[in-house]
Antibody
Framework: QVQLQESGSGLVKPSETLSLTCTVS?????????WGWIRQPPGKGPEWIAS???????YYNPSLKSRVTISVVASKNQFSLKLSSVTAADTAVYYC???????????????????WGQGTMVIVSS | DIQMTQSPSSLSASVGDRVTITCRAS??????LNWYQQKPGKAPKLLIY???DFYTGVPSRFSGSGSGTDFTLTISSLQPEDFATYYC?????????FGGGTKVDIK
């Protein structure tokens, strides 16, 4: 049974760096798939932040790209998120996710998020 | 960025009702459209991918359709456990984007 679990600071001061780690159990990251982060501000829809395949292929939401780094540590079966220069607008529940590829017929569909962590609330406040 | 617009933003329905939720993309996305269900305090769960294919374990009362810019999620007979918020997500091109959600509550 695949499980993802977020960990990290729940309270970050403005202008500082948010750091989160996702630990994966029941599946080896090195076996494949994409691993990513999605956040959801209170009362709003989800916002995709970034995804990575190992650390060789990464892609970011352009709206956050200048402040975000995603990295994969396959030996620990973990991946992480760093978001710098945070403001109150970065307050949200942060989820780590697995992004799979599916091929129902001929077409390959990427970025289908089939596994989610339980989420961790991060508040940006002084 | 591709904008995803859901309607309605909320609806009230009774157990046994047929419910339809609409998602519209700001440009054509083929069938690169996924649907998720989220209950309060929980992470979203994948229901449908590629516009109309069921994820493992999803009840057959859920169905998805559409292509291009217009998509629908239909619940054929609403059950008590279906009261939740539903989101669409396009996986056609990054940045991956979600709709604003449709909250289904009890009438």
């Amino acid at each position: 049974q695949v499980q993802l679990q977020e960990s990290g600071s729940g309270l970050v001061k403005p202008s500082e760096t948010l750091s989160l780690t996702c630990t994966v159990s029941g599946y080896s990251i090195s076996s494949g798939y994409y691993w990513g982060w999605i956040r959801q501000p209170p009362g709003k829809g989800p916002e995709w932040i970034a995804s990575a395949f190992y650390s060789e292929t990464t892609y970011y939401n352009p709206s956050l790209k200048s402040r975000v780094t995603i990295s994969v540590v396959a030996s620990k079966n973990q991946f992480s998120l760093k978001l710098s220069s945070v403001t109150a607008a970065d307050t949200a529940v942060y989820y780590c996710v697995r992004g799979i590829e599916v091929v129902p017929a001929v077409t390959v569909y990427k970025d289908v998020f089939d596994m989610w962590g339980q989420g961790t609330m991060v508040i940006v406040s002084s | 960025d591709i904008q995803m617009t859901q309607s309605p933003s909320s609806l009230s329905a009774s157990v046994g009702d047929r419910v339809t939720i609409t998602c519209r993309a700001s440009q054509s996305i083929g069938t690169y459209l996924n649907w998720y269900q989220q209950k309060p305090g929980k992470a979203p769960k994948l229901l449908i991918y590629a516009a109309s294919d069921f994820y493992t374990g999803v009840p057959s009362r859920f169905s998805g359709s559409g292509s291009g810019t217009d998509f629908t999620l239909t619940i054929s007979s609403l059950q008590p456990e279906d009261f939740a918020t539903y989101y669409c997500q396009q996986s056609y091109s990054p940045p991956l984007t979600f709709g604003g959600g449709t909250k289904v509550d009890i009438k």
